[in-house]
């Protein structure tokens, strides 16, 4: 079974940064792609970045500029690395992991981010 794992979460101060990690492991080769969400309290889960099998990247214009998704050189484990953060980057976030033979959405179960004075 593939699962998928986020971490690299915690609480930080307005500019600051994190750097979170998702993990897939079990039997698969690769992450064919993935994508990174967040949901606010009370808020609906957005889409924020993504990255496809060709290496090419999108970012919400929330994020854009300020937070970067990237993948290790196995493709197993992809990275949001997120500078700048602000109060409003408070939420959980979450990646899905497109992976096996057919394609199927791998969710983590999330990780916390707090963006706090």
């Known amino acids: 079974q593939v699962r998928v794992k986020e971490s690299g979460g915690g609480l930080v101060q307005p500019g600051g940064s994190l750097r979170l990690s998702c993990a897939a492991s079990?039997?698969?080769?690769?992450?064919?792609?993935a994508d990174w969400y967040r949901q606010a309290p009370g808020k609906e889960r957005e889409s924020i970045a993504g990255?496809?099998?060709?290496?090419?990247?999108r970012y919400s214009d929330s994020v854009k500029g300020r937070f970067t998704i990237s993948e290790d050189s196995a493709k197993r484990t992809v990275f949001l690395q997120m500078n700048s953060l602000k109060l409003e980057d408070t939420a959980v976030y979450y990646c899905?992991?497109?992976?096996?033979?057919?394609?199927?959405?791998?969710w983590g179960q999330g990780t916390q981010v707090t963006v706090s004075s």
């Open positions: 990255i496809a099998n060709d290496g090419s990247t």
């Open positions: 079990g039997s698969f080769f690769t992450i064919h792609d």
């Open positions: 899905k992991a497109r992976i096996g033979v057919p394609l199927q959405d791998v």
